[in-house]
């Protein structure tokens, strides 16, 4: 299957969100090495998953590939949480949407 790179709404793959939750928490388990039942909404990456700031690059390129989206380096800066993290790929990707085959 081909790769899409999504530029505009109307060509971004559709994505449901609880297929959001399920991404995050396995690609932040896969980056962190840790399991995945720790990686829940209200985890901080940093004080409660033990991110390091090498962990956070890795983890935003992962979330980038995996969803087709792009997170500036302030949008980064503002996410420090699963939460956060969902809710801005959410914002980027229209509802009922499936994330880009990477």
Do not use: K, N, Y
Request: no cysteine; net charge negative; proline share 6%.
């Amino acid at each position: 299957m081909a790769q899409v790179h999504p530029t505009t709404p109307e060509t971004r793959p559709i994505i449901a969100s609880i297929d959001i939750a399920d991404r995050v928490r396995d690609i932040t388990a896969r980056v962190l090495g840790i399991a995945p039942d720790r990686v829940v909404e209200a985890a901080d990456f940093v004080r409660d998953l033990g991110a390091s700031s090498l962990d956070l690059v890795e983890l935003i390129m992962a979330v980038e590939d995996a969803f087709g989206i792009e997170i500036s380096d302030s949008a980064a800066e503002r996410i420090t949480t699963v939460s956060d993290l969902q809710a801005f790929i959410r914002s980027q990707v229209p509802a009922g949407r499936t994330p880009a085959q990477a």
